[in-house]
């Protein structure tokens, strides 16, 4: 039975609307990805060429790699004195520690929030407040596990200081992992950014050391996951006292 011309236009329509549909929840990859993705995607021919098994590897981790790189729109909640994660990633360690030397932010201890990223995080970094980017300090190292604490006295790092305009300093410290082999910085001394904003990203697996003037509310607890640009890790104008916290 031959389809009509308003039935092929009702199935246009609905194709075009599934397209939109599936777009628009595919995050877009970050112009940085394009040549890693491109890669294995040329590698996945060649595998496919010598033997079929290995092109469907390849096929998998040429998907990885895009998820990796993949790029999403975020929504940051904007109000004085929110401090917002700067990574995708479980928080894993919360201390107070004396600041690596090049932050220049002093000897005595500050609060740390250390969120570690695994190889399926996102890893595009953003700004946790609004400031002016006073210093950047890289400094190359080893690549031991991000997840050990003293990763961040030993690895890789690209450390920034954001000064906000009513709550002092605060430093944010990118730190390559065990697959990490390249910290990417998209920001320079004196920007000014805007919390949420994209700043820079670690290729593959690494952590993000936050560093907050000692006793700053702190909103969030070890073990919980933390959304770049949308999770608050804590509250300069907050004075409700400590939280507690439930695992279920």
């Known amino acids: 039975m031959p389809i009509d011309r308003q039935t092929l236009l009702s199935i246009a329509k609905s194709v075009r609307s599934s397209a939109r549909s599936v777009r628009a929840q595919i995050s877009p990859i970050h112009p940085k990805g394009y040549p890693f993705v491109g890669g294995f995607a040329l590698a996945t021919i060649i595998l496919f060429w010598i033997w079929s098994p290995l092109g469907w590897i390849g096929t998998l981790l040429t998907i990885w790699c895009a998820l990796f790189f993949r790029n999403p729109a975020r ?41 570690f ?67 990417v910085s998209f920001v320079h001394e004196g920007q000014t950014v ?11 697996g690494s952590r993000l050391d936050v560093f907050l003037p000692e006793g700053t ?16 890790l804590a509250d300069f104008q907050q004075t409700d006292g400590s939280r507690t916290f439930r695992t279920s």
Request: hydrophobic fraction near 45%; include cysteine; charge should be neutral.
């Open 75 to 115: 929504v940051t909640p904007i109000r004085e004195g929110l401090v917002v994660s700067p990574a995708d990633g479980r928080i894993s360690m919360i201390a107070s520690v004396v600041p690596p030397a090049e932050l220049e932010l002093g000897e005595m201890p500050l609060q740390r929030i250390s969120i």
């Open 117 to 183: 990223m695994s190889v399926f995080n996102c890893h595009v970094n953003r700004s946790p407040v609004a400031g002016r980017i006073e210093r950047i300090a890289y400094r190359p190292g080893k690549f031991i596990n991000a997840e050990l604490d003293k990763a961040s006295e030993d690895n890789e790092r690209n450390a920034l200081v954001i000064s906000t305009p009513n709550n002092g300093p605060v430093g944010v410290i990118q730190i390559a992992g065990l697959v990490a082999r390249r910290i």
């Open 194 to 204: 805007e919390a949420g904003e994209r700043f820079g990203l670690i290729r593959f």
């Open 217 to 232: 509310q702190l909103l969030v607890s070890e073990g919980q996951t933390a959304v770049a640009g949308e999770t608050v």
